[in-house]
């Protein structure tokens, strides 16, 4: 169940509407084999900040999945969500993605009390 968040430049969201970046990315995601249906991904947009010491647009995604993905299905996942940001947004110079690994013996949502 991975959950993303991405965070960006307000400007992007005058480039593309957050419910299509959102559903984008979803679908992409969705794609890779080991990757369930419930996806989460929310935005966070960001009206003041500085990317290496300038006011460029940028996107940066934290992507926090359950431990136990292979290294290859890992590396699919960021590449392909970074490949259609910069298809989505060509003119923005900064695109990244980390993915985290939560461990299922600690993960604990409401439905498992």
Known sequence: MPH???????????????????????????????????????????????????????????ANILEGRTLENKKTFSKNVVILLKEMFPTVPKISINIREFERATFVNNSMV
């Open 4 to 62: 993303l968040i991405v965070e960006c430049s307000e400007h992007i969201l005058k480039n593309g509407s957050a419910d299509e970046i959102i559903e984008k990315i979803y679908k992409t995601v969705t794609a890779i084999d080991s990757f369930e249906k419930n996806v989460m991904v929310r935005i966070i947009p960001y009206k003041h900040y500085t990317t290496l010491g300038t006011q460029d647009d940028f996107i940066y995604i934290f």
